[in-house]
């Protein structure tokens, strides 16, 4: 199974949201990390034949997705950031509809929707209407949607949001244990979410596609631009001024320990430490105050 994107590009008059992003995809996870305005979500539209692209191509299977857009959407589920719903729908309800949208029969459709009701822990929410869940269940809810059709692309826009840890937890699960047969594409703003369960992570800064790679390779790439260090508190004013702190957690009344972004050490008692993708995230994404 592969999803080919060749040289993708969507413009709105004088914006360019995607731009020349090319990637090759195949079976497994992929974390999407970029700031707000990337492009993120506007890319997952154009996966999803939202979108028309303005240029270039999306394969699935070697053929043109827009060109065979009811057989790819077969093999498709999409949770966006906001998913819509029928407020006086019960959860199974909703969930019924959909496979039938989804073109499965009324037995496999009420069969699916009780399996995906115990998977997202909704399974005693059933018979509740929509517009009387929390926001986290609404949320599984939706994740529910995006699986009712058992989809080989699995596009998720901020899934994890409004989840507690525990749920989020849940979730990490779920998708980690599908993944085997599927190409599965999340965006999450919870760098953690991510690092948990994709198998690589593209970044995308201003609609184009900078760094793919496997977890634990792709922070290799800022290894020596990590650093911690123990100071005063009348100190961390001056290298908080001088250099990107990330992290600032005070020890004692005096005393703060500081993670710094630099290429240069920035004070003789620092020490470079391993990286995390969130510091990678945060190394691409704050240009301005590395200047």
């Known amino acids: 199974m592969e999803l080919l994107i060749d040289n993708l590009t969507k413009s709105f008059k004088d914006d360019i949201a995607v731009d020349q992003f090319s990637v090759k995809l195949t079976n497994g996870i992929y974390g999407l990390l970029g700031a707000t305005g990337a492009g993120k979500t506007t890319l997952m539209k154009l996966i999803c034949t939202l979108q028309k692209p303005t240029s270039g191509t999306i394969k699935y ?3 043109e997705i827009f060109e065979s857009t009811e057989s790819y959407c077969e093999a498709l589920g999409y949770l966006p950031q906001n998913f819509g719903y029928y407020p006086n ?3 199974l309800e909703f969930l019924e509809y959909i ?6 029969s009324l037995n496999e459709a009420k069969k699916r929707s009780l399996y995906l009701l115990k998977a997202v822990n909704l399974e005693d929410k059933k018979n509740k209407k929509i517009k009387k869940l929390s926001g986290g269940m609404k949320q599984r809810l939706g994740i529910a949607q995006a699986l009712i059709n058992d989809p080989q692309i699995l ?6 949001a409004g989840l507690d840890p525990k749920e989020r937890a849940s979730f990490r699960n779920l998708i980690s244990s599908m993944a085997k047969n599927k190409i599965i594409i999340l965006s999450s703003h919870i760098v953690s979410d991510i690092e948990h369960i994709a198998d690589e992570i593209l970044i995308m800064k201003s609609g184009r596609l900078i760094k793919k790679g496997k977890p634990n390779e792709i922070t290799k790439t800022i290894d020596k631009f990590i650093w911690e260090c123990e100071t005063t508190i009348g100190k961390a004013k001056y290298i908080t001024d001088k250099f990107y702190v990330i992290d600032m957690k005070q020890t004692d009344n005096e005393t703060v320990n500081l993670r710094i972004i630099s290429e240069i050490k920035p004070v003789e008692s620092s020490v470079q430490v391993k990286p995390t993708l969130e510091d990678l995230y945060l190394y691409y994404f704050a240009e301005e105050k590395m200047k």
């Open 99 to 104: 496979s039938l949208v989804k073109g499965l």
């Open 61 to 63: 299977n070697e053929k």
């Open 155 to 160: 596009i998720l826009d901020e899934p994890t």
């Open 89 to 91: 729908f019960t959860a």
